[in-house]
């Protein structure tokens, strides 16, 4: 996956080479738009899209039991890390960015805006482009 701004029409784009995302009861399903379909989209279209597919579910779940799904998540991410299995980090990065998606929707937030507004041209904290803070 990579990501890029486009600078002045104040949009991103994500780049996959493909993406194929399973549903609680895990079927296999393919995003149909054109956009999607081609791999490349907009952070705005796919928060939307996130929100359309899930979001009547995620609205019966309390929002800290959405988060526990997100953290849960994360935790897979971590372990198919830890144990080296490129293909399932793969696929646990698509749902981390899924569940993030549906918590910033779950709080009416549009990721796209607040990624630009912070990290538009500069790193946030040192202000330099690339960034220059000290290593930790």
């Not at 609680?24 to 952070?43: A, D, Q, Y």
């Not at 799904?69 to 198919?80: C, M």
Request: with cysteine; proline share 2%.
């Amino acid at each position: 996956m990579s990501i890029k701004n486009l600078g002045t029409t104040n949009s991103i784009l994500v780049v996959l080479p493909s993406l194929s995302v399973y549903c609680e009861c895990n079927t296999p399903f393919l995003f149909k738009t054109k956009k999607i379909f081609s791999g490349v989209f907009n952070m705005k279209e796919f928060q939307k899209k996130i929100d359309n597919m899930f979001g009547h579910r995620d609205k019966k779940r309390d929002f800290h039991k959405n988060f526990a799904w997100f953290v849960e998540e994360v935790g897979e991410l971590s372990k198919a890390i830890r144990i080296d299995n490129r293909e399932n980090e793969k696929e646990e990065f698509a749902d981390v960015l899924a569940w993030l998606f549906s918590l910033a929707n779950a709080r009416n937030i549009d990721l796209e805006e607040v990624f630009l507004q912070k990290y538009h041209k500069f790193c946030s904290k040192c202000g330099n482009n690339p960034c220059k803070c000290i290593k930790y």
